[in-house]
């Protein structure tokens, strides 16, 4: 267990050192998508859908919202 809790603290600290230097397009797209992400695999649990597809495409759909708010579409 001590192993297994060793080598998961260092793959987090390895993915959020990967999200140092981002633009604020970046950003927003990956926030988008971590929340599109995360809503849409709750939301299929709850309805008892696919989690994984809810997943994929909420994170999608998020990701590319991320990317027009960015962009002014939304004001």
């Not at 994170?59 to 579409?73: M, N, S």
Request: one cysteine or more.
């Amino acid at each position: 267990m001590k192993a297994f809790a060793t080598v998961s603290l260092l793959v987090a600290a390895l993915g959020l050192s990967a999200c140092s230097n981002l633009n604020t397009t970046q950003e927003r797209m990956l926030s988008g998508g971590a929340i599109g992400a995360g809503v849409g695999a709750v939301g299929t649990a709850v309805t008892g859908g696919c989690v994984t597809c809810g997943a994929a495409i909420g994170g999608a759909v998020g990701a590319g919202t991320g990317y027009l708010y960015d962009k002014g579409v939304f004001d």
